[in-house]
T-cell receptor, first 117, second 117 residues
Framework: GAGVSQSPRYKVAKRGQDVALRCDPI?????LFWYQQALGQGPEFLTY????????KSGLPSDRFFAERPEGSVSTLKIQRTQQEDSAVYLC???????????????FGSGTQLSVL | AQKITQTQPGMFVQEKEAVTLDCTYD???????LFWYKQPSSGEMIFLIY??????QNATEGRYSLNFQKARKSANLVISASQLGDSAMYFC??????????????FGQGTELSVKP
């Protein structure tokens, strides 16, 4: 596809369930980011991949959150034992492989809205 | 410490008039980038405009312009000739470092813009 694709679009989970959120970045994009956006707030950084390497996971709120990108393309964000405070929109974004600073766009997907009951 | 501050939770503007959305930022880096994104109710983050810290001229993209005042650390977005489709959440963001060096976007809290017919 032409853009960043995320699935599912909506996810309802019971407290304590595990969930997996998928991100399919734009083909060839090296950098991939996950963000968490609580209702009425700006997105907050969770983690960053360069190809398959997870170079920054400083934003992951707890060890229940785990992300992977094993082949350097599709990424999965997994949340174990979900809790109500995990309810948010999870956004994935990717950027071009070019190091040229004039290419500044970060392309976002439409997000996965997670509701934990 | 809050790195991006948007002090206007909500703004109203009459169709066809101009509106300014405020953004101040805090960084000790010399090299950084400033962005504005639009988020309609569909949830996707849409890139609007970018300003590099070394750019001497204010960035413009169609009806959008960025009023960059480096000494005051402000990066206000000006939307000229507002349209009904401009109604959305607007986020100011800052990036320290390039994406492929793990430079992540840090977002403000957002401003909800409503355009009145």
């Amino acid at each position: 596809g032409a853009g960043v694709s995320q699935s599912p679009r909506y996810k309802v989970a019971k407290r304590g369930q595990d969930v997996a959120l998928r991100c399919d970045p734009i083909s060839g994009h090296v950098s991939l980011f996950w963000y968490q956006q609580a209702l009425g707030q700006g997105p907050e950084f969770l983690t960053y991949f360069q190809n398959e390497a997870q170079l920054d996971k400083s934003g992951l709120p707890s060890d229940r959150f785990f992300a992977e990108r094993p082949e350097g393309s599709v990424s999965t964000l997994k949340i174990q034992r979900t809790q109500q405070e995990d309810s948010a929109v999870y956004l994935c974004a990717s950027s071009s492989p070019w190091t040229d600073a004039t290419n500044e766009k970060l392309f976002f997907g439409s997000g996965t809205q997670l509701s934990v009951l | 410490a809050q790195k991006i501050t948007q002090t206007q939770p909500g703004m109203f503007v009459q169709e066809k008039e101009a509106v300014t959305l405020d953004c101040t930022y805090d960084t000790s880096d010399q090299s950084y980038g400033l962005f504005w994104y639009k988020q309609p109710s569909s949830g996707e983050m849409i890139f609007l405009i970018y300003q590099g810290s070394y750019d001497e001229q204010n960035a413009t993209e169609g009806r959008y312009s960025l009023n960059f005042q480096k000494a005051r650390k402000s990066a206000n977005l000006v939307i000229s000739a507002s349209q009904l489709g401009d109604s959305a959440m607007y986020f100011c963001a800052m990036r320290e470092g390039l994406y492929n060096q793990g430079g992540k976007l840090i977002f403000g809290q957002g401003t909800e813009l409503s355009v009145k017919p």
